[in-house]
Each structure stands twice: as C-alpha cells, then as structure tokens.
C-alpha cells in the first residue's frame, strides 16, 4: 500500500508551503488511524515532525516545529496536509508522510517503526 506526499518545492526563508498526503485506492482505516509527517534532511537521520489521530483530531508536534507546522486532517477527502509557516533553511528535507493503520499511544507516535504505509517522499528546500 503506498501513500503518496505531494507540495513539495522551493521556498525562500519566512514562507510558508501545504504539504498534502492521500492513500490512491485506500481510505485511512478512518476509525483508529495515526498519521504523521517525517522527514530526512542529507546526510541525517529521518526525523519525527508531527503526527494526527483520525479520530478526534489530536495532534503531537516535535519541539523543532512545534508552533510553526500544524497537521490536519479532511475526512471527506482521506487526506492528511502539513502547513509549514515560517520556513527555514534547516527545514530543508525530504518529506514523508506515514500511516500506522491503528491508533498509537503518544509514547509511540515518534516512533518510524510502528508506521506500516509510507508515502515516496516529497523535497523541501529553502533558500535563505
């Protein structure tokens, strides 16, 4: 099953971009799903950035983009997007986006294990 992450592309420093996240041929298991952002800058590892439940709506951010992205999640479209604010050149990375099936307690959420769906990825870039 593959996710696909799309809105990728090249900012400047300050601006803002919509990362989305769609399931082609499969709903989120919409009753209990997770579904979280990751992203791997080169040359580093993959990095939790936040994550949703599809039920209730609640949200777990990492600290390093806590208050500037925001996770959401549209039930009629079975789609996840990542509002970026406030871009920086550190933000630069390849984003993924990941689908754990189930709900995961929130020690878990960061974990890129308990992720089984990962979408192909999509480039981030900010220029200063």
């Known amino acids: 099953v593959q996710l696909q992450a799309s809105g990728g592309g090249l900012v400047q420093a300050g601006d803002s971009l919509r990362l989305s996240c769609s399931a082609p041929?499969?709903?989120?298991?919409?009753?209990?799903?997770?579904v979280a952002w990751f992203r791997q800058a080169p040359g580093k590892e993959r990095e939790f950035i936040g994550a949703i439940r599809w039920t209730g709506g609640g949200t777990h951010y990492s600290d390093s983009v806590k208050g500037r992205f925001a996770i959401s999640r549209d039930s009629a479209k079975t789609m996840v997007t990542l509002q970026m604010n406030s871009l920086a050149p550190e933000d630069t990375a390849v984003y993924y986006c990941a689908s754990a099936g189930r709900r995961l307690i929130l020690s878990s959420v960061a974990d890129a294990r308990q992720y089984a769906y990962w979408g192909q990825g999509t480039l981030v870039t900010v220029s200063s």
């Open positions: 041929g499969r709903a989120f298991n919409s009753a209990s799903d997770t």
